[in-house]
């Protein structure tokens, strides 16, 4: 090699570690103004969530992206519920006293009638090939229905497992009202966790009320009504304790009014949209490739997310790995992009209200400035910035047949040390892409201890595997440009059975999963401080491969298994830590 020759690949040797070291330092930058006090942890609807958008806008304009072809703005609005309260709920009976709480989905309104008991007010699809429904004997149209919280408390193990499935109040509500009840009262039975308490009025996104005046009522009412039937409110529970299904509910001669008052705060918040036009004619066959990442976070996690402890409540939740690391890489791959041919335009997008419950992608596809149609794959970014030993999770990769083979391909120049997993049924945006029939992919460095926390901080990000994040990205992008034909949607069938919201789980063990895994068991990546998975001695890197007598394969397992548990009752936990099998004690506490 010449001298000359030699000079000249020292100076692009140089040049490209420059480039890349000033790709870390933008990154960097992204991540730490998007995480910083000054917006408040970026939750829904708020002024920090406004001022995010601000610098999101910006960014996107000095990329040179446009806004959508129809639209003036990168802004494009949706409405959501930013909260309900109780604004003066009342009960009254004929005999006795005693109070009550909407619940967060009830309708507001006045509803007077007959009573009957309709035990636990559980109804488990035909479907399951189980036979359980609290109203199989009983005509509760235009009444008010009383139903105890939770599912039977002394059932077996596999009982409790079916039954826990549908123990979600929405769920009860749903089937009271699909049975023909005008209202529903819940009380918690003397022999259940909370007893006797009223159910706390959770965060609830939906816009509108359920179909049904629903609400909870305390132990006195209680006791009030079931003294109408002559029949002690601790004697009935424990006859439908034991899961016998042909224990039946009954009517009880007395008369309620119900006056449910709910007030939900609506408020508006704002998805971001932009795209880098293709830059000759496009292709004529799904012209479209979108990028995406959630910016909203937990401002000061008043909203029941927060994993912080006693003494962290109530900080700013700054969302740095969760999902600052997000955005930055779609910016960053869109500089990158915006300098190169593209044969597709490229949508770039930014979704508000994923922490409530993915609201701002569900709003953006119920009517899309784009056809959805058009729009040949999706690629989501979803806590991007806490690289453990060099491994990648790319997932979703089972909505089509031809990614596995195209993220090889992009793998042997990044050198990651990939898990692909193929299931798209997941807690982020791209779930709503899978349901839009998008060939889609999620990328996704694992959870952390700090996840959810004041300590998900910029500091902690490794922006050096950020970068590569962002590279390996580029790579995959390219070759969905460069091919006319586009990827085939397949869809994956659930791993997990059918059933209500997993809000029906009662326990809390303190356990943070590492979503990221594929080993034989449950990964913890992390536990909460002072809850019983610490206490019981468990840490991060422990994997879970049996609790309570079941066998722990993977997060589904461990998720079914939680309905088994029972609160303040001791549960054996068999775990790996490194190549040693070693088992404890964990007790679960009840989840508010």
């Given at each position: 090699?010449?001298?000359?020759?030699?000079a000249?690949?020292?100076?692009?040797?140089?040049?490209?570690?420059?480039?890349?070291?000033?790709?870390?330092?933008?990154l960097r930058?992204?991540?730490?103004?998007?995480?910083?006090?000054?917006?408040?942890?970026?939750?829904?609807?708020?002024?920090?969530?406004?001022l995010?958008?601000?610098f999101?806008?910006?960014?996107?304009?000095?990329?040179?992206?446009k806004?959508?072809?129809?639209?003036r703005?990168?802004?494009?609005?949706?409405e959501f519920?930013?909260?309900a309260?109780?604004a003066?709920?009342?009960?009254?009976l004929?005999t006795?006293?005693?109070?009550?709480?909407a619940?967060?989905?009830?309708?507001?309104?006045d509803?007077?009638g007959?009573?009957?008991?309709?035990?636990y007010g559980?109804?488990?699809?035909?479907?399951?090939d189980?036979?359980?429904?609290?109203y199989a004997t009983l005509?509760?149209k235009?009444?008010?229905?009383?139903v105890?919280r939770?599912?039977?408390e002394d059932?077996?193990?596999?009982?409790?497992?079916?039954?826990?499935r549908?123990?979600?109040?929405?769920?009860?509500a749903?089937?009271a009202?699909?049975h023909?009840?005008?209202?529903m009262l819940?009380v918690t039975g003397?022999?259940?966790?909370n007893?006797?308490?009223?159910?706390?009025m959770t965060?609830?996104?939906a816009l509108?009320?359920?179909?049904i005046?629903?609400?909870?009522?305390?132990?006195?009412?209680?006791d009030?009504?079931f003294?109408?039937?002559g029949?002690?409110?601790?004697?009935?529970q424990?006859?439908?304790?034991s899961g016998n299904?042909?224990?039946?509910g009954?009517?009880?001669?007395t008369?309620?009014t119900?006056?449910?008052?709910v007030e939900?705060?609506?408020?508006t918040?704002?998805?971001i949209?932009?795209?880098?036009?293709?830059?000759?004619?496009p292709?004529?066959?799904?012209p479209?490739?979108?990028?995406?990442?959630?910016?909203?976070h937990l401002g000061?996690?008043e909203?029941?997310?927060s994993l912080?402890?006693?003494?962290e409540a109530?900080r700013?939740h700054?969302?740095?790995?969760?999902?600052?690391?997000?955005?930055a890489?779609?910016?960053?791959?869109?500089?990158?992009?915006a300098?190169?041919?593209?044969p597709?335009?490229?949508?770039?997008?930014?979704?508000s209200?994923e922490?409530l419950?993915l609201?701002?992608?569900a709003a953006?596809?119920?009517?899309p400035?784009?056809?959805?149609?058009d729009?040949?794959?999706?690629?989501n970014?979803d806590?991007v910035?806490r690289?453990?030993?060099?491994k990648?999770?790319v997932?979703?990769?089972?909505?089509?047949?031809?990614?596995?083979?195209?993220?090889?391909?992009?793998?042997?120049k990044?050198?990651?040390?990939?898990?692909?997993?193929?299931d798209?049924?997941?807690p982020?945006?791209?779930?709503?892409?899978?349901?839009?029939?998008?060939p889609s992919?999620n990328?996704?460095?694992?959870?952390?201890?700090?996840?959810?926390k004041?300590?998900?901080?910029?500091?902690?990000i490794?922006y050096?595997?950020l970068?590569?994040?962002v590279g390996?990205?580029?790579?995959?992008?390219r070759?969905?440009?460069?091919?006319?034909e586009?990827?085939?949607?397949?869809?994956?069938?659930?791993?997990?059975q059918?059933?209500?919201s997993r809000a029906?789980?009662?326990?809390?063990?303190?356990?943070v999963?590492?979503?990221?895994?594929e080993?034989k068991?449950?990964?913890?990546g992390g536990?909460?401080?002072?809850g019983?998975?610490?206490?019981a001695?468990?840490q991060?890197?422990?994997?879970?491969?049996?609790?309570a007598g079941?066998t722990?394969?993977?997060?589904?397992?461990?998720?079914y298994?939680?309905?088994v548990?029972?609160?303040g009752?001791p549960?054996?936990?068999?775990?790996?830590?490194?190549r040693?099998?070693k088992e404890t004690?964990?007790?679960?506490?009840?989840r508010?």
């Amino acid at each position: 090699m010449t001298r000359r020759s030699l000079a000249l690949v020292l100076a692009l040797t140089s040049a490209s570690a420059a480039s890349a070291r000033a790709d870390v330092v933008s990154l960097r930058r992204l991540v730490t103004t998007l995480a910083s006090e000054r917006f408040a942890g970026r939750q829904t609807g708020t002024e920090g969530e406004r001022l995010a958008r601000e610098f999101l806008v910006a960014e996107l304009k000095r990329i040179g992206a446009k806004p959508l072809p129809g639209q003036r703005d990168f802004a494009l609005p949706f409405e959501f519920t930013a909260g309900a309260r109780d604004a003066g709920t009342t009960l009254t009976l004929q005999t006795g006293s005693g109070k009550a709480r909407a619940l967060s989905f009830s309708d507001s309104g006045d509803v007077t009638g007959s009573v009957v008991f309709a035990g636990y007010g559980l109804v488990v699809p035909e479907s399951q090939d189980f036979g359980y429904d609290s109203y199989a004997t009983l005509d509760v149209k235009d009444k008010i229905v009383v139903v105890l919280r939770y599912f039977p408390e002394d059932a077996d193990q596999k009982t409790r497992g079916i039954l826990a499935r549908y123990s979600d109040l929405r769920y009860k509500a749903m089937a009271a009202r699909q049975h023909g009840a005008k209202a529903m009262l819940v009380v918690t039975g003397p022999r259940s966790p909370n007893a006797g308490e009223l159910v706390p009025m959770t965060f609830d996104t939906a816009l509108a009320g359920s179909g049904i005046v629903a609400a909870s009522i305390d132990r006195a009412a209680g006791d009030a009504i079931f003294a109408a039937a002559g029949k002690p409110l601790v004697d009935v529970q424990q006859s439908l304790d034991s899961g016998n299904p042909h224990v039946a509910g009954f009517d009880i001669p007395t008369t309620v009014t119900v006056r449910a008052k709910v007030e939900r705060e609506r408020h508006t918040a704002y998805n971001i949209a932009g795209y880098l036009p293709a830059t000759g004619r496009p292709i004529s066959e799904k012209p479209w490739l979108a990028l995406g990442a959630h910016y909203d976070h937990l401002g000061h996690g008043e909203n029941g997310s927060s994993l912080a402890s006693q003494d962290e409540a109530g900080r700013i939740h700054g969302g740095a790995d969760d999902n600052a690391s997000g955005d930055a890489a779609v910016l960053a791959l869109a500089g990158i992009l915006a300098k190169q041919p593209r044969p597709r335009h490229v949508l770039l997008a930014f979704w508000s209200g994923e922490e409530l419950g993915l609201l701002g992608s569900a709003a953006f596809l119920a009517a899309p400035p784009v056809k959805v149609a058009d729009v040949a794959a999706y690629l989501n970014f979803d806590m991007v910035g806490r690289m453990q030993d060099n491994k990648l999770s790319v997932q979703a990769s089972g909505t089509s047949k031809s990614w596995d083979k195209l993220i090889e391909q992009a793998n042997v120049k990044a050198g990651f040390n990939l898990s692909l997993q193929p299931d798209p049924y997941l807690p982020t945006d791209l779930a709503n892409f899978n349901t839009a029939s998008v060939p889609s992919l999620n990328f996704f460095t694992g959870a952390h201890a700090d996840y959810h926390k004041p300590s998900d901080t910029a500091d902690k990000i490794d922006y050096d595997d950020l970068d590569r994040i962002v590279g390996f990205a580029a790579t995959i992008v390219r070759r969905l440009q460069d091919t006319p034909e586009p990827l085939v949607f397949a869809k994956v069938e659930p791993q997990t059975q059918g059933g209500a919201s997993r809000a029906g789980v009662r326990v809390f063990t303190g356990t943070v999963p590492d979503y990221a895994t594929e080993a034989k068991g449950l990964l913890l990546g992390g536990v909460v401080a002072g809850g019983p998975a610490e206490m019981a001695g468990l840490q991060k890197g422990d994997v879970i491969i049996e609790i309570a007598g079941q066998t722990i394969a993977n997060i589904y397992d461990y998720t079914y298994a939680l309905d088994v548990l029972k609160i303040g009752q001791p549960a054996k936990v068999v775990y790996m830590r490194g190549r040693d099998r070693k088992e404890t004690t964990l007790t679960p506490s009840a989840r508010k």
